[in-house]
């Protein structure tokens, strides 16, 4: 793992505490973040193929595809969250743009897996284990 995947996994965890730490929150976020790694794959793809001028092609693709996450997801919030997806989308993007086109397949899968991890294994299971911990230590005081 690359320092970045650590750096994901921190994000998104913090994602999830803002979610006040709801086990139930996790799937729509995981959907959400996921679903933003694979829009930021598509915008780093679509941007290479630089027909428009630069500035105005990076526009209309993030202007296109951010109010299409928020159309698509809004009939759907209850299973995906929206602002993880374009969190997720702004992760990948961040991730993904410095890098060469041959790695960006491989780190997007990487970026999915961190993303994952830190939603419920740092997120929820930590989440959970500090919840015990607290219970535990309440009853002998």
Request: charged share 10%; net charge neutral.
């Amino acid at each position: 793992m690359q320092i970045a995947d650590h750096a994901v996994q921190l994000i998104v965890s913090a994602l999830y505490v803002m979610s006040d730490n709801q086990l139930s929150s996790a799937l729509p976020l995981t959907l959400g973040l996921l679903l933003g790694d694979i829009w930021a794959r598509l915008s780093i793809k679509l941007l290479s193929l630089t027909i428009l001028p630069y500035d105005l092609e990076l526009f209309l693709i993030l202007a296109i595809q951010g109010g299409l996450a928020v159309i698509l997801s809004a009939p759907i919030s209850k299973w995906l969250s929206c602002p993880a997806w374009l969190c997720g989308w702004a992760i990948g993007l961040t991730v993904l743009a410095p890098l060469k086109a041959a790695l960006a397949n491989e780190y997007c899968f990487q970026i999915g897996i961190a993303m994952v991890i830190g939603i419920w294994y740092i997120g929820a299971l930590l989440n959970l284990l500090q919840v015990k911990l607290d219970q535990l230590l309440s009853k002998h005081n």
